[in-house]
Protein backbone atom coordinates (compact mmCIF):
# COMPACT_ATOMS: atom_id res chain seq x y z
CA UNK A 1 0.00 0.00 0.00
CA UNK A 2 1.22 3.54 -0.56
CA UNK A 3 4.24 2.04 -2.25
CA UNK A 4 3.99 4.33 -5.11
CA UNK A 5 4.00 7.41 -2.95
CA UNK A 6 7.57 9.19 -2.66
CA UNK A 7 8.45 11.71 0.27
CA UNK A 8 5.03 11.83 2.01
CA UNK A 9 5.43 10.93 5.93
CA UNK A 10 1.27 11.49 5.78
CA UNK A 11 0.89 7.86 4.30
CA UNK A 12 2.55 6.00 7.35
CA UNK A 13 -0.43 7.84 9.78
CA UNK A 14 -2.93 7.03 6.99
CA UNK A 15 -1.57 3.44 6.77
CA UNK A 16 -1.76 3.04 10.26
CA UNK A 17 -5.77 4.61 10.35
CA UNK A 18 -6.30 1.79 7.59
CA UNK A 19 -4.67 -0.82 10.03
CA UNK A 20 -6.91 0.11 13.15
CA UNK A 21 -9.79 0.40 11.41
CA UNK A 22 -10.29 4.38 13.06
CA UNK A 23 -10.58 5.82 9.29
CA UNK A 24 -13.38 8.61 9.25
CA UNK A 25 -15.95 8.69 6.12
CA UNK A 26 -14.94 12.10 5.27
CA UNK A 27 -11.21 13.20 4.58
CA UNK A 28 -9.28 16.31 3.46
CA UNK A 29 -5.88 15.31 1.27
CA UNK A 30 -4.55 19.01 1.49
CA UNK A 31 -1.28 20.35 -0.34
CA UNK A 32 0.28 21.77 -2.80
CA UNK A 33 0.21 20.94 -5.88
CA UNK A 34 2.08 17.48 -7.00
CA UNK A 35 2.24 16.95 -3.79
CA UNK A 36 0.79 13.17 -4.36
CA UNK A 37 -2.92 13.91 -3.03
CA UNK A 38 -4.95 12.53 -5.98
CA UNK A 39 -2.32 9.26 -5.97
CA UNK A 40 -3.11 8.82 -2.21
CA UNK A 41 -6.66 9.01 -2.42
CA UNK A 42 -7.01 6.70 -5.43
CA UNK A 43 -4.58 4.52 -3.51
CA UNK A 44 -7.42 4.60 -0.44
CA UNK A 45 -9.71 2.48 -3.33
CA UNK A 46 -7.50 0.22 -3.30
CA UNK A 47 -7.39 0.00 0.21
CA UNK A 48 -10.38 -0.28 0.58
CA UNK A 49 -11.43 -3.27 -1.60
CA UNK A 50 -8.54 -5.39 -1.56
CA UNK A 51 -8.66 -8.56 -0.56
CA UNK A 52 -5.18 -9.53 0.68
CA UNK A 53 -3.63 -7.75 3.68
CA UNK A 54 -1.89 -4.43 3.47
CA UNK A 55 -2.76 -4.30 0.10
CA UNK A 56 0.56 -4.77 -1.63
CA UNK A 57 0.39 -2.36 -5.40
CA UNK A 58 1.38 -5.86 -7.04
CA UNK A 59 -2.09 -7.69 -6.03
CA UNK A 60 -3.65 -10.31 -8.47
CA UNK A 61 -6.92 -9.73 -6.61
CA UNK A 62 -9.98 -8.69 -9.16
CA UNK A 63 -10.60 -5.45 -7.13
CA UNK A 64 -7.22 -4.67 -7.18
CA UNK A 65 -6.81 -4.46 -11.19
CA UNK A 66 -9.45 -2.83 -11.44
CA UNK A 67 -8.52 -0.21 -9.15
CA UNK A 68 -4.91 0.20 -10.34
CA UNK A 69 -6.56 0.84 -14.35
CA UNK A 70 -9.13 3.43 -12.19
CA UNK A 71 -12.08 0.88 -14.25
CA UNK A 72 -13.73 0.15 -10.78
CA UNK A 73 -17.54 0.54 -10.10
CA UNK A 74 -16.82 1.60 -6.50
CA UNK A 75 -14.95 4.73 -7.52
CA UNK A 76 -16.11 8.04 -8.62
CA UNK A 77 -13.33 11.06 -9.29
CA UNK A 78 -14.86 15.02 -10.00
CA UNK A 79 -13.10 18.08 -9.79
CA UNK A 80 -11.50 20.15 -12.58
CA UNK A 81 -7.83 20.10 -13.27
CA UNK A 82 -5.03 20.08 -16.02
CA UNK A 83 -4.83 16.64 -17.42
CA UNK A 84 -3.00 17.37 -20.75
CA UNK A 85 1.01 17.71 -19.35
CA UNK A 86 0.26 14.65 -16.84
CA UNK A 87 -1.00 12.63 -20.18
CA UNK A 88 1.83 13.66 -22.54
CA UNK A 89 4.60 13.00 -19.90
CA UNK A 90 3.25 9.37 -19.37
CA UNK A 91 3.03 8.80 -23.39
CA UNK A 92 6.60 9.75 -23.18
CA UNK A 93 7.46 7.38 -20.25
CA UNK A 94 5.40 4.64 -22.19
CA UNK A 95 7.13 4.87 -25.66
CA UNK A 96 10.39 4.71 -24.00
CA UNK A 97 9.96 1.19 -23.10
CA UNK A 98 6.66 0.01 -24.36
CA UNK A 99 7.75 -3.30 -22.93
CA UNK A 100 7.00 -2.82 -19.36
CA UNK A 101 3.89 -3.14 -17.46
CA UNK A 102 4.80 -0.27 -15.29
CA UNK A 103 4.78 2.57 -18.03
CA UNK A 104 2.12 1.29 -19.81
CA UNK A 105 -0.55 1.18 -16.66
CA UNK A 106 1.13 4.96 -15.97
CA UNK A 107 -0.45 5.61 -19.75
CA UNK A 108 -3.45 4.21 -19.06
CA UNK A 109 -3.75 5.29 -15.72
CA UNK A 110 -3.36 9.36 -16.89
CA UNK A 111 -5.78 8.85 -19.14
CA UNK A 112 -8.48 7.33 -16.99
CA UNK A 113 -8.13 9.98 -14.61
CA UNK A 114 -9.75 12.63 -17.40
CA UNK A 115 -11.91 10.17 -18.76
CA UNK A 116 -13.58 9.03 -14.93
CA UNK A 117 -14.77 12.82 -15.11
CA UNK A 118 -17.15 11.82 -17.90
CA UNK A 119 -19.10 9.01 -15.74
CA UNK A 120 -22.74 8.41 -17.25
CA UNK A 121 -23.45 8.18 -12.98
CA UNK A 122 -22.66 12.53 -13.36
CA UNK A 123 -23.60 13.22 -16.45
CA UNK A 124 -27.50 12.06 -15.74
CA UNK A 125 -30.12 14.01 -17.87
CA UNK A 126 -27.11 16.36 -19.43
CA UNK A 127 -27.57 17.17 -22.63
CA UNK A 128 -23.56 18.64 -23.09
CA UNK A 129 -22.91 14.97 -22.72
CA UNK A 130 -24.08 14.05 -26.31
CA UNK A 131 -22.00 16.39 -28.03
CA UNK A 132 -18.92 14.69 -25.76
CA UNK A 133 -19.73 11.57 -26.71
CA UNK A 134 -18.18 10.89 -30.24
CA UNK A 135 -15.00 12.14 -28.24
CA UNK A 136 -15.15 9.57 -25.34
CA UNK A 137 -15.58 6.78 -27.92
CA UNK A 138 -12.43 7.63 -30.01
CA UNK A 139 -10.64 7.22 -26.85
CA UNK A 140 -12.15 4.50 -25.49
CA UNK A 141 -11.60 2.26 -28.19
CA UNK A 142 -8.07 3.85 -28.94
CA UNK A 143 -7.48 2.54 -25.20
CA UNK A 144 -8.92 -0.60 -25.90
CA UNK A 145 -6.75 -1.38 -28.96
CA UNK A 146 -3.67 -0.39 -27.28
CA UNK A 147 -4.62 -2.81 -23.97
CA UNK A 148 -5.40 -5.37 -26.75
CA UNK A 149 -2.14 -4.88 -28.58
CA UNK A 150 0.83 -7.24 -27.86
CA UNK A 151 3.19 -4.23 -27.29
CA UNK A 152 6.26 -6.37 -27.50
CA UNK A 153 5.46 -7.83 -31.46
CA UNK A 154 3.16 -4.59 -32.55
CA UNK A 155 6.19 -2.26 -33.53
CA UNK A 156 6.81 1.15 -32.02
CA UNK A 157 4.90 2.93 -35.08
CA UNK A 158 1.72 1.35 -34.22
CA UNK A 159 1.88 2.03 -30.78
CA UNK A 160 3.40 5.88 -30.97
CA UNK A 161 0.42 6.19 -33.64
CA UNK A 162 -2.07 4.94 -31.49
CA UNK A 163 -1.07 7.00 -28.30
CA UNK A 164 -0.83 10.35 -30.22
CA UNK A 165 -4.50 9.30 -31.58
CA UNK A 166 -5.57 9.49 -27.76
CA UNK A 167 -3.40 12.05 -26.80
CA UNK A 168 -4.83 13.98 -29.44
CA UNK A 169 -8.60 13.09 -28.66
CA UNK A 170 -7.63 13.69 -24.87
CA UNK A 171 -6.96 17.36 -25.25
CA UNK A 172 -9.92 18.08 -27.09
CA UNK A 173 -12.23 16.26 -24.73
CA UNK A 174 -10.45 18.31 -21.83
CA UNK A 175 -10.75 21.92 -24.14
CA UNK A 176 -14.56 21.15 -24.15
CA UNK A 177 -15.40 19.01 -21.44
CA UNK A 178 -14.02 20.61 -18.05
CA UNK A 179 -14.96 23.65 -16.60
CA UNK A 180 -13.32 25.21 -14.06
CA UNK A 181 -15.95 25.12 -11.26
CA UNK A 182 -17.94 21.56 -9.94
CA UNK A 183 -21.27 21.46 -10.49
CA UNK A 184 -24.29 21.12 -8.07
CA UNK A 185 -25.56 18.28 -10.49
CA UNK A 186 -22.60 16.50 -10.16
CA UNK A 187 -22.56 16.60 -6.20
CA UNK A 188 -26.39 15.28 -6.22
CA UNK A 189 -25.98 12.57 -8.70
CA UNK A 190 -22.87 11.37 -6.62
CA UNK A 191 -25.07 11.58 -3.25
CA UNK A 192 -27.68 9.07 -5.17
CA UNK A 193 -24.91 7.10 -6.65
CA UNK A 194 -23.42 6.65 -2.86
CA UNK A 195 -26.87 5.93 -1.02
CA UNK A 196 -26.69 2.75 -3.70
CA UNK A 197 -25.23 -0.92 -2.24
CA UNK A 198 -21.75 -1.19 -3.59
CA UNK A 199 -20.05 -4.10 -5.62
CA UNK A 200 -17.33 -4.77 -3.22
CA UNK A 201 -16.44 -3.39 0.09
CA UNK A 202 -17.06 0.02 -0.27
CA UNK A 203 -17.84 3.09 -1.87
CA UNK A 204 -14.93 5.66 -3.22
CA UNK A 205 -15.79 9.45 -3.88
CA UNK A 206 -12.65 11.45 -4.40
CA UNK A 207 -13.46 15.75 -5.39
CA UNK A 208 -10.56 17.15 -6.50
CA UNK A 209 -9.52 20.54 -6.08
CA UNK A 210 -12.75 20.73 -3.74
CA UNK A 211 -12.76 24.47 -2.84
CA UNK A 212 -14.16 25.21 -7.40
CA UNK A 213 -17.16 24.12 -5.99
CA UNK A 214 -20.50 26.42 -6.80
CA UNK A 215 -22.12 27.72 -3.63
CA UNK A 216 -25.12 25.46 -4.33
CA UNK A 217 -22.55 22.68 -4.78
CA UNK A 218 -20.81 23.24 -1.51
CA UNK A 219 -24.37 23.66 0.09
CA UNK A 220 -25.19 19.89 -1.30
CA UNK A 221 -21.99 18.49 -0.12
CA UNK A 222 -22.67 19.51 3.48
CA UNK A 223 -26.15 17.74 3.04
CA UNK A 224 -23.56 14.41 2.49
CA UNK A 225 -20.77 14.96 5.00
CA UNK A 226 -23.53 15.51 7.81
CA UNK A 227 -24.64 11.61 7.09
CA UNK A 228 -22.65 9.71 4.77
CA UNK A 229 -23.95 6.57 4.15
CA UNK A 230 -22.19 3.31 5.98
CA UNK A 231 -20.09 2.10 2.88
CA UNK A 232 -18.43 4.95 1.99
CA UNK A 233 -15.62 7.39 2.04
CA UNK A 234 -15.70 10.72 0.54
CA UNK A 235 -11.97 12.29 0.07
CA UNK A 236 -11.85 16.18 -0.73
CA UNK A 237 -8.64 17.18 -2.17
CA UNK A 238 -7.34 20.81 -2.44
CA UNK A 239 -4.23 22.61 -2.44
CA UNK A 240 -6.57 26.07 -0.97
CA UNK A 241 -8.40 24.07 2.28
CA UNK A 242 -8.56 27.97 3.85
CA UNK A 243 -11.09 28.46 0.91
CA UNK A 244 -13.65 25.89 2.22
CA UNK A 245 -16.67 26.39 4.14
CA UNK A 246 -16.01 25.89 7.95
CA UNK A 247 -18.77 23.89 8.02
CA UNK A 248 -17.29 21.77 5.52
CA UNK A 249 -14.06 21.75 7.08
CA UNK A 250 -15.71 20.45 10.10
CA UNK A 251 -16.85 17.54 8.67
CA UNK A 252 -13.82 15.91 7.35
CA UNK A 253 -10.42 14.34 8.90
CA UNK A 254 -7.11 16.51 7.92
CA UNK A 255 -4.06 14.83 6.15
CA UNK A 256 -1.70 17.49 5.51
CA UNK A 257 0.90 16.58 2.48
CA UNK A 258 3.84 18.39 2.63
CA UNK A 259 5.79 19.94 -0.40
CA UNK A 260 7.93 17.44 -1.12
CA UNK A 261 12.27 18.81 -1.78
CA UNK A 262 14.53 18.56 -4.73
CA UNK A 263 15.82 14.97 -4.21
CA UNK A 264 12.18 13.41 -3.45
CA UNK A 265 10.95 15.43 -6.71
CA UNK A 266 13.81 13.75 -8.71
CA UNK A 267 12.71 10.52 -7.24
CA UNK A 268 9.62 10.56 -8.80
CA UNK A 269 10.39 11.44 -12.15
CA UNK A 270 12.51 8.73 -12.15
CA UNK A 271 10.69 6.14 -10.51
CA UNK A 272 7.31 7.11 -12.24
CA UNK A 273 8.25 8.98 -15.21
CA UNK A 274 10.83 6.50 -15.75
CA UNK A 275 13.18 9.98 -16.57
CA UNK A 276 16.36 11.56 -15.69
CA UNK A 277 16.95 14.37 -13.02
CA UNK A 278 18.31 16.12 -15.90
CA UNK A 279 15.13 16.67 -17.68
CA UNK A 280 13.69 18.64 -14.52
CA UNK A 281 14.05 22.55 -15.70
CA UNK A 282 15.04 25.15 -13.57
CA UNK A 283 12.05 26.52 -11.53
CA UNK A 284 11.20 28.83 -9.21
CA UNK A 285 11.12 28.15 -4.94
CA UNK A 286 7.56 28.39 -4.64
CA UNK A 287 7.10 25.41 -7.76
CA UNK A 288 7.73 21.80 -7.19
CA UNK A 289 10.19 20.10 -9.99
CA UNK A 290 7.82 17.39 -10.40
CA UNK A 291 5.35 20.54 -11.68
CA UNK A 292 8.03 22.23 -13.56
CA UNK A 293 8.85 18.62 -15.48
CA UNK A 294 5.22 18.16 -16.39
CA UNK A 295 4.83 21.49 -17.83
CA UNK A 296 7.47 21.01 -20.25
CA UNK A 297 4.83 18.24 -21.64
CA UNK A 298 2.51 21.00 -21.75
CA UNK A 299 0.83 22.15 -25.30
CA UNK A 300 2.34 25.41 -24.93
CA UNK A 301 5.15 25.54 -22.28
CA UNK A 302 5.76 28.37 -20.19
CA UNK A 303 8.93 29.40 -21.46
CA UNK A 304 7.05 30.15 -24.57
CA UNK A 305 4.20 32.12 -22.79
CA UNK A 306 6.77 34.35 -20.82
CA UNK A 307 7.60 36.83 -23.84
CA UNK A 308 4.32 36.78 -24.47
CA UNK A 309 3.12 37.82 -21.45
CA UNK A 310 5.83 40.30 -21.54
CA UNK A 311 4.75 41.55 -25.21
CA UNK A 312 1.54 42.00 -23.65
CA UNK A 313 2.70 44.41 -20.55
CA UNK A 314 4.58 46.27 -23.32
CA UNK A 315 1.20 46.93 -25.80
CA UNK A 316 -0.68 47.87 -22.79
CA UNK A 317 1.56 50.20 -21.27
CA UNK A 318 1.63 51.62 -24.76
CA UNK A 319 -2.29 51.19 -24.15
CA UNK A 320 -2.39 53.15 -21.27
CA UNK A 321 0.31 56.46 -22.73
CA UNK A 322 -2.08 56.91 -25.94
CA UNK A 323 -4.62 57.35 -24.03
CA UNK A 324 -2.98 59.50 -21.30
CA UNK A 325 -1.44 61.67 -23.93
CA UNK A 326 -4.83 61.86 -25.39
CA UNK A 327 -6.19 63.76 -22.63
CA UNK A 328 -3.11 65.76 -22.25
CA UNK A 329 -0.79 63.98 -20.25
CA UNK A 330 2.45 65.18 -20.93
CA UNK A 331 5.62 61.87 -20.85
CA UNK A 332 6.86 63.51 -17.37
CA UNK A 333 3.48 62.80 -16.19
CA UNK A 334 3.07 58.98 -17.27
CA UNK A 335 2.66 57.02 -13.89
CA UNK A 336 6.20 55.43 -13.12
CA UNK A 337 4.54 52.29 -13.25
CA UNK A 338 3.29 52.51 -16.57
CA UNK A 339 7.29 53.35 -17.26
CA UNK A 340 8.24 50.53 -15.40
CA UNK A 341 6.27 48.31 -17.46
CA UNK A 342 7.46 49.43 -20.65
CA UNK A 343 11.14 49.51 -19.53
CA UNK A 344 11.52 45.96 -18.44
CA UNK A 345 8.69 44.08 -20.47
CA UNK A 346 9.62 45.58 -24.59
CA UNK A 347 13.37 43.84 -24.28
CA UNK A 348 11.81 40.76 -23.30
CA UNK A 349 9.37 40.41 -26.33
CA UNK A 350 12.14 42.25 -28.53
CA UNK A 351 14.67 39.82 -27.57
CA UNK A 352 11.89 36.78 -28.31
CA UNK A 353 11.45 38.21 -31.73
CA UNK A 354 7.81 39.46 -30.98
CA UNK A 355 8.70 42.97 -31.40
CA UNK A 356 8.80 45.79 -28.64
CA UNK A 357 4.91 45.89 -28.34
CA UNK A 358 1.59 45.78 -30.25
CA UNK A 359 -0.22 49.20 -31.52
CA UNK A 360 -3.55 47.51 -31.35
CA UNK A 361 -5.83 46.03 -28.99
CA UNK A 362 -6.68 43.52 -32.03
CA UNK A 363 -2.75 43.27 -33.25
CA UNK A 364 -1.67 42.38 -29.64
CA UNK A 365 -4.86 39.39 -29.73
CA UNK A 366 -3.64 38.06 -32.54
CA UNK A 367 -0.21 37.83 -31.56
CA UNK A 368 -0.88 36.24 -27.90
CA UNK A 369 -3.40 34.02 -29.70
CA UNK A 370 -0.84 32.56 -32.46
CA UNK A 371 2.06 32.49 -29.90
CA UNK A 372 -0.68 30.44 -27.56
CA UNK A 373 -2.16 27.91 -30.60
CA UNK A 374 -4.87 29.86 -30.64
CA UNK A 375 -5.43 28.34 -26.88
CA UNK A 376 -6.98 25.20 -28.15
CA UNK A 377 -5.89 23.25 -25.10
CA UNK A 378 -7.80 23.88 -21.92
CA UNK A 379 -5.50 25.60 -19.11
CA UNK A 380 -3.81 27.25 -21.41
CA UNK A 381 -5.45 30.53 -21.35
CA UNK A 382 -5.32 30.49 -17.56
CA UNK A 383 -2.19 29.37 -16.94
CA UNK A 384 -1.34 32.98 -19.52
CA UNK A 385 -3.40 34.40 -17.27
CA UNK A 386 -1.08 33.73 -14.39
CA UNK A 387 1.41 34.35 -15.73
CA UNK A 388 0.60 37.86 -16.19
CA UNK A 389 0.17 38.26 -12.75
CA UNK A 390 4.15 36.95 -12.41
CA UNK A 391 5.32 39.51 -14.77
CA UNK A 392 3.33 42.37 -13.99
CA UNK A 393 5.06 41.39 -10.11
CA UNK A 394 8.37 40.89 -11.49
CA UNK A 395 8.13 44.62 -13.97
CA UNK A 396 7.13 46.50 -11.03
CA UNK A 397 9.07 44.70 -8.21
CA UNK A 398 11.21 48.45 -7.74
CA UNK A 399 8.13 50.17 -7.10
CA UNK A 400 6.13 47.64 -5.63
CA UNK A 401 4.88 50.48 -2.70
CA UNK A 402 4.00 52.96 -4.78
CA UNK A 403 -0.21 52.93 -4.71
CA UNK A 404 -0.67 52.72 -8.74
CA UNK A 405 1.26 49.77 -8.77
CA UNK A 406 -1.22 48.26 -5.86
CA UNK A 407 -4.25 49.48 -7.94
CA UNK A 408 -2.61 47.66 -11.21
CA UNK A 409 -2.72 44.38 -9.66
CA UNK A 410 -5.96 44.93 -7.74
CA UNK A 411 -7.35 45.80 -12.02
CA UNK A 412 -5.29 43.16 -13.00
CA UNK A 413 -6.65 40.06 -10.51
CA UNK A 414 -10.53 41.80 -10.93
CA UNK A 415 -10.29 41.31 -14.81
CA UNK A 416 -8.25 38.31 -14.69
CA UNK A 417 -10.85 36.49 -12.90
CA UNK A 418 -13.62 37.63 -15.24
CA UNK A 419 -12.10 36.85 -17.90
CA UNK A 420 -11.38 33.09 -16.58
CA UNK A 421 -15.18 32.75 -15.48
CA UNK A 422 -16.03 33.74 -19.10
CA UNK A 423 -14.20 31.06 -21.11
CA UNK A 424 -14.13 28.13 -18.06
CA UNK A 425 -17.60 28.85 -17.25
CA UNK A 426 -19.71 30.57 -20.23
CA UNK A 427 -17.56 29.07 -22.72
CA UNK A 428 -16.75 32.58 -24.74
CA UNK A 429 -13.54 31.89 -26.96
CA UNK A 430 -10.26 32.82 -25.77
CA UNK A 431 -9.49 35.48 -28.24
CA UNK A 432 -12.84 37.32 -27.31
CA UNK A 433 -12.60 37.58 -23.58
CA UNK A 434 -8.67 38.23 -23.92
CA UNK A 435 -9.72 41.13 -26.13
CA UNK A 436 -12.35 42.60 -23.64
CA UNK A 437 -9.83 42.11 -21.06
CA UNK A 438 -7.62 44.07 -22.58
CA UNK A 439 -9.64 47.24 -22.68
CA UNK A 440 -11.11 46.67 -19.80
CA UNK A 441 -7.19 46.88 -18.53
CA UNK A 442 -6.73 49.87 -20.45
CA UNK A 443 -9.47 51.89 -19.49
CA UNK A 444 -9.14 51.88 -15.67
CA UNK A 445 -5.80 51.81 -15.40
CA UNK A 446 -5.36 55.00 -17.43
CA UNK A 447 -8.32 56.10 -15.15
CA UNK A 448 -5.88 56.37 -11.93
CA UNK A 449 -4.02 59.22 -13.89
Same mark, same amino acid.
Given at each position: ????????????????????????????????????????????????????????????????????????????????????????????????????????????????????????????????????????????????????????????????????????????????????????????????????????????????????????????????????????????????????????????????????????????????????????????????????????????????????????????????????????????? /??? +???????? $? %?? *? =?? #? @?? /??? +???????? $? %?? *? =?? #? @?????SRGVFTMFLGML?????????????????????????????????????????????????????????????
Open positions: MFENMVGQPVTTRLQADIAHNVLAPAMLFSGPSASGKGTAALEMGRAFSCETENAPWNCRCRDCIHHRSLSHDDLIVMGPRPFSAEISAARAAFLRDTTAASSKILFTRAVRKLLLRFSPILWTDDPKITKLNSILEAVNEAMEELNLERTAEAGQEKITKLCDSIVKHTLKLEAEGITDTIPVSHIRSAAYWLRIAPSGKRKLLIIENADRMQDAARNSLLKILEEPPNVCAIILCSSKPETLLPTIISRLRPYVFARRGEAADAEVVRRVFKDSVSAIPAHSKTESGVTAYLDTFLPVPKNVLYPVAALFWASIAYGITMTLRKKGAADTE /LPA +AVMALGRY $C %AP *V =SE #A @AG /LGK +ACSSIKDL $C %AA *V =SD #A @ASGFDCATLSEALAAIQTDPVCVAYRRILLKYAGNARTAVDVFNQSPPLALENFCVLLIHDMAALW
